[in-house]
């Protein structure tokens, strides 16, 4: 067994490195996760990893340097602790640990990857859990019209959901065309370059001047919000904030939220309930279930948003590439068994 374990740490602000750490053990009602792959945030680990956020708020408390980055992993269970089921050791499982060769997982944590399903479609699981948490508060109704503002990672999979869950249509808008590209084909889906077109007008004309029911802010930028609200339909739309804005927006909530009734949703994934009830059984066990069984099924693609497989130790690199040019990327996924050069994914 390796006596040093390589992980990702951000030291200070723009400076990402692979430092070797101790080994962990799992304790009693853990297990030890040899990782396969793990899958870079693009929203929250690249907003810590510039240091780029108001001091005294959410990011400053959270983003403490030095920071161990990552929370999308996929493994093997190499060893198991006191009171854990001795059938979960060489299960693959996928769990909100960080970017390290070696981790340490609470067995209740660790959920089992189905066989044939790749890890490095797994390792999404963790956004997969962020957006369906969105999408649930939404309360969406079927034939309902959505807007997605932002097309990275959390926005495709928002536009899947929201697809899923019935919704027409599904408006994507960027202002990068590549982005707007891997939205899916069909009659459900509309894309919008909110550089080249009038947002409003387009959204008026796919929806017979109804305008959206939903609008979901994907984007992070918190000064594009107020703008978003003129795409909502009145009285009553649904606004969800499932990005995480890094900085204040000011606007008027008289004319934007209390004259129009609109109706504002936070939907951090900590609002995930822990337990399954009656009224709200959608644990994060329960919605990686569906995730795995849309991807077993073929019913969600996630293979398409891979943009990049690097070695785990070219993280350093992925970070620098993604502060210098973030909307040329997708999914970034680091490979923890190879050391070679990097590769993009066809």
């Given at each position: ?214 609008v979901f802010e994907c984007t992070g930028n918190h000064l594009l919000i ?121």
């Open positions: 067994m390796a006596e040093r374990n390589p992980t990702i740490v951000f030291p200070e602000p723009k400076r990402a490195v692979v430092e070797d750490r101790p080994m962990p053990a799992p304790g009693p009602g853990e297990v030890l996760v040899k990782t396969r792959r793990s899958l870079i945030s693009t929203g929250t680990e690249l907003t810590i990893f510039s240091g780029e956020f108001p001091p005294n708020s959410f990011w400053s408390g959270y983003g403490k340097f030095p920071f161990v980055a990552g929370y999308s992993n996929a493994g093997l269970v190499t060893a198991v602790g006191a009171g854990v089921d001795p059938g979960l050791q060489g299960k693959r499982v996928a769990s909100f640990r960080a970017h390290a060769a070696y981790v340490t997982v609470n067995a209740a944590d660790a959920y089992v990857i189905p066989d044939g399903l790749p890890d490095e479609q797994a390792a999404f699981f963790s956004l997969s859990l962020i957006v369906m948490n969105g999408v649930r508060l939404a309360e969406l109704q079927w034939g309902e019209a959505v807007v997605v503002f932002g097309t990275g990672l959390i926005g495709q999979f928002c536009a899947r959901f929201c697809a899923l869950s019935g919704a027409r249509p599904v408006i994507g808008v960027d202002v990068a065309p590549a982005r707007l590209a891997l939205l899916p084909e069909g009659p459900a889906f509309a894309r919008v370059n909110g550089k080249r077109e009038d947002a409003g007008a387009r959204v008026s004309a796919l929806t017979r001047g109804r305008m959206a029911e939903v107020p703008g978003q609200f003129a795409l909502l339909k009145r009285p009553r739309g649904r606004f969800i904030v499932l990005s995480s804005p890094r900085g204040p927006s000011t606007f008027d909530f008289h004319d934007l939220v209390n004259a129009p009734s609109h109706v504002i949703i936070g939907a951090h994934q900590m609002s995930t309930p822990e337990h399954e009830t009656p009224d709200n059984p959608w644990t994060k066990r329960r919605n990686t279930e569906v995730f795995f069984g849309l991807l077993a099924r073929k019913e969600l693609d996630v293979a398409g948003l891979i943009s990049h497989r690097l070695p785990a130790a070219q993280a350093p690199d992925a970070y620098r590439m993604l502060l210098a040019a973030r909307s040329g990327a997708m999914g970034v996924v680091l490979d923890w068994g190879r050391c070679a050069n990097s590769s993009r994914a066809p």
